[in-house]
């Protein structure tokens, strides 16, 4: 239930702490919280108005709506018919492989989106961008039903896809089935991705992709090392083709894993290349302390080491604008999480120690992901959407602490009901082989 229930139509919320960098003040990392009074009229922010109801909110954290720049709806919550054996990045790949062919018709990738969707909408999401499995035929099934869903969330949810394939099925020479599939990102809206690998041929498919990503004007978005293997190096060779062919629309990197266990030089060296390519990047952090350092199924138990986090704080020294995002939802790549970015954000401060050092890191979880996706910048401006979370919490250490399920979401300046969708809802397509 929500901690308070606030009355209907326009109002002034006095007494509501926030984040000074998330209204142009400068604070320092001991004192970077501000209060403020925000007057909700018509649905937007309004310059403050003397006539209206006040509530006192009592020092309560208020956010913009949050943005969730790195998805996978279209996987989203197969877990209970497609577990991973092991809880490794090889066990997430093959069962979710064989989950895609044998259960991913309209239907069921439709019914777990938009179940997804109202979870990210309950908990005070208003953008995502989704990868979508794009591998053929099931390319043209997703994206169909993600184009539908798009439309009918409008409003509520705004919703960007970017295509999942893998660096070797792209053609060095171009043309072929990369190609078709480019020419339907370019048709839906959507944005060109790929996963990339150590390759023979890494370079000159990196080239071909960004061919394909010019000639249509699509906007590039990689999942690159994923692992803890320090020989992986593929984000220095995709900094490395940006700078070589001067691609100049937005680029974003995700994952990043293996820089936390190269040689520092070698680290620092593609961080520089990076920001002198302009690329950002978006940390997963939930999802890789749960797939990095595992142990083999039959192996003994071992208790992993490493964190699987990447090189979030020298990056943004360097000025790379970096952001945070859910990734997977209770599917083979992540057992748990629930599109909660108020989650993303807590467990993202203690992974990466986010505390202690620069006072503008909830950037990454709101304006971050808008400069790196193009969608709206999230805004406590007058003029804005009055699209907000509040949180009973007048602290980082009040919000981190408790899960804020009595948390506040205001849409358009209306309290919305925050139930979230029953499990058992999708108990009708999880028991199939
Ligand atoms: O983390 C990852 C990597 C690839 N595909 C996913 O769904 N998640």
Request: hydrophobic residues 40%; contains cysteine.
């Amino acid at each position: 239930m929500d901690f308070l229930r606030l009355p209907e139509g326009s109002v002034t919320l006095t007494n509501l702490t926030v984040p000074a960098c998330l209204i142009g003040k400068s604070g320092t990392p001991a004192a970077d919280l501000v209060r403020i009074d925000l007057t909700l009229k018509d649905g937007r922010i309004a310059a403050p108005d003397g006539s209206l109801p006040r509530i006192d909110m009592k020092g309560a954290m208020v956010f913009p709506s949050f943005i969730d720049m790195h998805t996978h709806l279209d996987k989203g919550h197969i877990w209970p018919r497609a577990a991973n054996p092991d809880g490794s990045f090889m066990g997430a790949l093959t069962t979710v492989e064989a989950d895609r062919i044998a259960n991913w018709s309209g239907a069921d990738v439709r019914a777990r989106m938009d179940f997804a969707l109202r979870c990210a909408y309950a908990h005070g999401t208003s953008a995502i961008r989704t990868h979508l499995d794009a591998i053929p035929p099931q390319h043209r099934i997703s994206f169909a039903e993600f184009t539908r869903l798009r439309e009918e969330w409008a409003g509520r949810i705004e919703l960007q896809a970017a295509c999942l394939t893998s660096i070797d099925r792209i053609d060095p020479e171009g043309g072929g089935e990369f190609a078709e599939l480019a020419d339907l990102v370019a048709e839906t809206g959507s944005v060109l991705g790929c996963v990339t690998f150590p390759d023979a041929q890494l370079s000159d498919r990196l080239r071909a992709f960004f061919a394909h990503a010019g000639k249509r004007g699509l906007h590039a978005d990689f999942h690159a090392d994923e692992t803890t293997d320090p020989s992986v190096a593929t984000l220095r060779a995709i900094a490395e083709t940006v700078l070589e062919t001067g691609y100049d629309a937005p680029v974003v990197v995700g994952h990043c894993c293996s820089l936390s266990v190269q040689p520092e030089a070698e680290a620092m060296h593609t961080l520089d290349l990076v920001a002198r390519a302009g690329i950002n990047i978006v940390s997963l952090p939930m999802c890789n302390l749960y797939l990095q350092d595992r142990t083999a199924q039959d192996a003994p138990a071992r208790t992993p080491r490493l964190r699987g986090v990447t090189l979030v704080h020298e990056m943004a020294a360097r000025g790379i604008n970096v952001s945070f995002a859910s990734d997977n939802t209770r599917d083979p790549f992540y057992a748990y999480g629930d599109l909660d970015m108020i989650e993303v954000m807590r467990e993202a401060t203690r992974i990466a120690h986010l505390d202690h050092s620069r006072d503008d890191w909830v950037k990454a979880f709101l304006t971050n992901p808008a400069t790196t996706t193009g969608f709206a910048q999230p805004s406590l401006d007058a003029g804005a959407p009055a699209d907000l979370v509040i949180c009973r919490a007048r602290s980082w250490t009040e919000l981190f602490a408790r899960p804020q399920s009595d948390r506040i979401v205001i849409r358009q300046g209306r309290q919305i009901d925050r139930t979230l969708p029953d499990y058992a809802e999708l108990d009708h397509l999880m028991d199939r082989t």
